[in-house]
């Protein structure tokens, strides 16, 4: 086991050389760059450790538990990520995760293996790979919203007062915000395989499996990415939205 | 008819009044008493803390908000528009709303247009709240709140402005005016309503 810490020591080596160089003229960035890779290495050997216990036992509540407590931790991300007061934020970013990741990952899950869908070996990567993924979306898709609705309060208020529904008086900043969440998924799409090779599919290729079965795999996984993260932000957006207003229909702070 | 009962705004004023076809109310108090939120209170885009609001014996709670709206419609004195619009999409903008989608408007303001090509980013605050006004006419609404609707109009658009309001009242409509000019006895037979 040594031996694959060792391995690592040239990447850390690289690390420390790029914060010793730096640290003088840019201390913040350097900083930054050596907690995130502390936080990387150390957070990646726990999981390690813990999933080699989980996945000896073969449990189907601890795939559960484990799926809940990604997604809580996933919803709590986006809070602190997020610069605009949003009156009930974690709920709603809980439930969007619910209502858009969990389906996704159940039914990938299955099409991968019917019989052992739902043991931890299958179930967590996948959940892990589709909640790293949609989190970024969905901090974006709130953000533009809630900035183009500060900004431009008083475009909502007068097309209110023309007799918009609350609806049609966001509508603009509703499909904004959703390009905005959308936006980094399609390009990584667009660039997948002439730019890009997907950190998934690079690693299956460097075990030696199949390009091809590696290749399907990898579009099955950006397709899925892709609907969640699109999901997730129309979920998330829809209840931002809502709790601008009142439920008698006026605005909740002018 | 409006009938205003112990309407307590979110500064905590208490108001009563009655208005009936044909009025025109001007509201008028010191800066930061509450006139424009008084306005924004009666066309429910922001909540009052009690009391009723009455259009034709029905309570404002018995509409859909944007129905409401509709009715009582309010006018901010910034003129907001969607970035890149021209005078013509402008004008046309509220029919897009699923309420007007089979509307047929009875005021066309296109008649008092030049140049509906023209685009909303190049004309001056005071042709911006004129045309805001024009369109606000056009969507038959039974009361017209305007806020400071004239502080950027020209003595001569504001007369034109000011005339067309008039014979628009006249169709049995009611109209509040937030203005600090003193313009009641010139041009409305007005009641003087004062928020203190």
Known sequence: MMGKFLGLLPYWLGIFAVHFYFRNKYKTFANEVLWASVRTTVQLILLAFALQEIFKTQLVWISLFATIFMTVNASSQIISRSKSKVLHLFWISLVSNILAIWPLAFLFSMDISQSTWAEPRMLLPLVGMLLGNTLNGVSIGIESFMINFREKKNEVLTLMALGATNDESTQKFFNRALKAGITPQINSMISMGIISIPGMMAGQLIAFANPLDASILQIKMMLAICLGTLLSIFIALRFVRKSLFLPSGELCST | ?196
């Open chain 2, 1 to 196: 008819m409006l009938d205003v009962k112990d309407l307590k705004l979110l500064n905590s004023k208490i108001i009563n009044l009655k208005a009936a076809p044909g009025d025109v109310f001007l509201i008028k108090g010191p800066n930061g008493v509450g006139k424009s939120l008084f306005l924004k209170t009666l066309a429910r885009l922001v909540p009052k803390i009690s009391g009723e609001i009455n259009l034709g014996g029905l309570d404002s709670s018995q509409f859909a908000p944007e129905l409401w709206r509709s009715k009582l419609l309010y006018l901010p004195s910034d003129v907001s528009f969607t970035e890149g619009h021209s005078v013509d999409e402008y004008l046309s903008e509220p029919f897009l709303f699923e309420r007007y989608k089979y509307f047929k408007p009875s005021f066309n303001p296109k008649e008092y247009i030049s140049d509906l090509n023209s685009s909303m980013n190049l004309l001056s605050s005071g042709q911006r709240q004129r045309l805001s006004i024009l369109r606000a006419m056009s969507l038959n609404a039974e009361i017209l709140l305007l806020d400071e609707s004239f502080s950027h109009i020209d003595p001569v658009l504001r007369e034109e402005t000011f005339s067309l309001l008039n014979r628009w009242k006249d169709h049995q409509k009611i109209i509040f005016i937030v203005s600090h000019f003193d313009f009641q006895t010139s041009q409305f037979d007005s009641t003087s309503f004062t928020l203190k």
